[in-house]
């Protein structure tokens, strides 16, 4: 099964925190495969750090990336116009994520589901 990884989730196997490599890790040895967004390697990119530059690029060279496309381009317009009329404030990044997974039926790994609250969109812990 492949695995939609949010920045969050991405930055922290990047920077050694909170165990994300070794669960990574072991998400892999049991068949789970990585992969992100395209919009999530730019939010990554604009956040390197000196010294992380060829670490970062080894990391994102190794998982799967999913294009933002035409139709996720719509999904994402569409679900935070939704939710704005709602009175709730999402950011494009956000949907952009959100119509990636729901556009290829993939979970997504994040710390901030609640940035995520998109019907259709499955979440999977990393653990």
């Not at 992969?35 to 604009?46: M, P």
């Not at 935070?80 to 956000?94: F, H, M, N, R, V």
């Amino acid at each position: 099964m492949i695995l939609l990884l949010d920045s969050s989730v991405i930055i922290d196997v990047l920077r050694g925190r909170n165990d994300r490599r070794r669960k990574l890790a072991n998400l892999i040895e049991r068949g789970y495969f990585p992969a992100t967004s395209s919009l999530n390697i730019a939010e990554i990119y604009a956040g390197v750090r000196t010294g992380e530059e060829r670490r970062t690029t080894a990391f994102l060279d190794s998982l799967r990336c999913y294009p933002v496309t035409k139709s996720i381009a719509r999904l994402a317009g569409n679900l935070k116009a939704q939710w704005s009329a709602k009175g709730q404030t999402l950011t494009l990044d956000d949907m952009m994520v959100a119509a990636t997974a729901v556009e290829h039926n993939l979970p997504l790994v994040t710390d901030n589901r609640k940035h995520f609250p998109v019907d259709g969109l499955r979440f999977h812990p990393l653990h």
